[in-house]
C-alpha cells in the first residue's frame, strides 16, 4: 500500500505533518501526550490519536482535547495493538509530507518536529529523521539519555554507519539505507523521536 506524500504544491489546505499517537487505557497520562504536540512550533500539522479499544476512559479524555483544538482528530478502533493503531492513522484520508510517531506515554519538547522537518527539508536524500531522547522515571529523574533505543534485550548493532548527525541533535537516515536498516533492526531509534 502506498501513502500519499505530495509535492508542496499540493498540500497548501492541508497539513504538512502528520502526528499519529496511538493510545490503549492511558487515560491518566494521555493529555500530556497530545499537549506536547500541540504545543510544537512547526506551523502545519495535524494530531491522529487513535484509541485502540480502551476500556478506561482514555476515548472520552481524547475527545475532550479534540472539542478545544481543531487539529486533534480521534479514531476509535476495536484493540489491534499500537502497529494497527498506528496503521490506522496513517491510512485516514487526508494529505499529508510527513508522519510523525508519538506514543501516548511520551511527550516531545518544543521545537521537535520544527526541527525534524527542517532538517528533511535542507537534506533531502534522507527519508527519516530522529532526535535524542531521555527516559525519565516517574519521580522525574532521567534514567537514561540517548538517540538510539541501545537499552532492548535483543543484540545488534546502536549505531547505523550511515546515520548524519546535524545542527540541533537531529539525525538523518539516507532513503539509500534506511529501509535495510529498518527490516535488519540495525537501526533502532525511540518511536517517539
Not at 491522529?48 to 479499544?53: L, R, T
Not at 534514567?143 to 547505523?160: L, S, V, Y
Request: glycine share 4%; hydrophobic share 40%.
Amino acid at each position: 500500500m502506498t501513502y500519499p506524500f505530495p509535492n508542496k504544491a499540493d498540500y497548501r489546505m492541508t497539513p504538512t505533518i502528520r502526528v499519529v499517537i496511538p493510545t490503549y487505557n492511558r487515560a491518566a497520562i494521555v493529555r500530556e501526550a497530545i499537549a506536547s504536540a500541540t504545543r510544537q512550533t512547526a506551523p502545519d500539522f495535524e494530531v491522529v490519536v487513535v484509541d485502540d479499544g480502551s476500556t478506561d476512559n482514555s476515548l472520552q479524555v481524547c475527545h475532550e482535547l479534540a472539542e478545544a483544538d481543531s487539529r486533534i482528530r480521534v479514531i476509535s478502533q476495536v484493540n489491534g495493538g499500537v502497529a494497527c493503531a498506528r496503521n490506522t492513522a496513517i491510512s485516514q484520508q487526508g494529505d499529508y509530507e510527513y508522519i510523525a510517531f508519538l506514543d501516548s506515554d511520551d511527550t516531545w519538547e518544543a521545537g521537535h518536529l520544527e526541527r525534524a522537518v527542517s532538517a528533511l527539508e535542507l537534506h533531502k536524500e534522507a527519508s527519516l529523521a530522529f532526535g535524542l531522547c531521555k527516559v525519565i522515571d516517574p519521580l522525574g529523574i532521567i534514567e537514561k539519555r540517548g538517540a538510539m533505543d541501545c537499552f532492548e534485550r535483543r543484540p545488534a548493532p546502536t549505531t547505523a554507519p550511515s546515520v548524519q548527525s546535524i545542527k540541533q541533535n537531529v539525525f538523518l537516515v539516507p532513503a539509500s539505507v534506511c529501509r535495510r536498516y529498518i527490516v535488519r533492526s540495525e537501526l533502532r531509534i525511540w518511536m517517539s523521536s
